[in-house]
């Protein structure tokens, strides 16, 4: 009888355990922040930066730039040279490409967008 309590408790738990990995799965709940970078990069930067790699529009490609833009100016991490790039883009020219990058976004987007925009930027490892 000790045996058969101990079994039925076993299973209970057993379900139990099963239903909770169920109803903890994971779902993808987009992160408002990354969501708002996306909208201030689409409205301001896609005309002239794919995410496509290699792919040249005005400007380079901004695919894997969290990445490239640690090793750009010796000294400055991938977050300092992007911020640079988007408040002071004539401080340094990319290789191949004129300073045509618009000059006034620190007036133009407010720091919540550039919070977002920088958020999102360091996504594209
Ligand atoms: C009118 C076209 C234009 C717009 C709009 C523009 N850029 Fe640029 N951007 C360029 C050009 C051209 C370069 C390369 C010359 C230079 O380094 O300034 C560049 C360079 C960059 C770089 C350096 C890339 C590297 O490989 O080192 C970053 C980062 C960048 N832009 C981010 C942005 C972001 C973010 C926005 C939107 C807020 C933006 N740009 C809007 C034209 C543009």
Redesign the pocket.
């Known amino acids: 009888m000790k045996n058969i309590l101990l079994f039925v408790a076993l299973i209970a738990m057993t379900l139990a355990a099963c239903s909770e990995t169920v109803a903890t799965e994971p779902t993808s709940t987009p992160d408002p922040l990354i969501e708002e970078g996306i909208k201030?990069?689409t409205a301001?930067?896609a005309?002239?930066?794919a995410l496509e790699p290699n792919t040249a529009?005005?400007?380079?490609s901004?695919a894997g730039?969290a990445t490239?833009?640690a090793d750009?100016i010796p000294g400055y991490d991938a977050i300092t040279?992007?911020e640079q790039?988007?408040l002071r883009?004539?401080d340094?020219?990319?290789e191949g490409?004129?300073?045509?990058?618009?000059k006034n976004?620190g007036r133009e987007?407010t720091s919540e967008q550039f919070n977002a925009?920088m958020a999102y930027?360091m996504t594209l490892e």
């Open positions: 201030v990069y301001r930067c005309q002239c930066h529009i005005i400007g380079p901004l730039i490239l833009a750009r040279y992007i790039s988007i883009p004539s340094y020219l990319v490409y004129t300073d045509v990058m618009p976004f987007l925009l930027l």
